[in-house]
């Protein structure tokens, strides 16, 4: 779940109201677990645990991904892995979710957040 998605809440009551089948965006993944969703419309801001929420779109970020494309990889936080600055191409775009990214010369294969991909020229 990214902040951007759009969603479906189901199975969702607050305060009394069935706010189920009510469609909305993604706007806040605080780390207690609830989701804030604005819904579409209204504007009304409601928190959802993640299996109210059905993903109905993905985000990406400027840059289309597509198989083939030249990429640098920045901004990877995940401790042990090393992977910020280097260069390859993308292998594999799920609907949604992770990027496949082989590195190059490595060959390496890593799953990488489209919002840290920069499209570079071609290898």
């Known amino acids: 779940m990214e902040i951007g998605q759009a969603v479906e809440l189901i199975g969702v009551e607050n305060a009394g109201l069935d706010i ?3 469609r909305g965006t993604v706007t806040e993944i605080p780390g207690h677990g609830l989701i804030s969703v604005t819904i579409d419309g209204s504007g009304a ?16 970020n400027s840059i289309s991904m597509e198989i083939g494309l030249a990429v640098e990889i920045t901004g990877v936080k995940t401790e042990g892995l090393d992977i910020n600055g280097k260069r390859g191409m993308v292998t594999e775009t799920p609907e949604c979710g992770l990027v496949s990214v082989t590195i190059d010369g490595s060959g390496e294969v890593v799953s990488v957040k489209p919002q840290n991909l920069t499209r570079v020229a071609s290898i």
């Not at 801001?45 to 990406?60: F, H």
């Open 20 to 22: 189920t089948g009510k």
């Open 45 to 60: 801001v409601v928190s959802a645990w993640p299996e109210n929420l059905k993903i109905l779109s993905c985000t990406r």
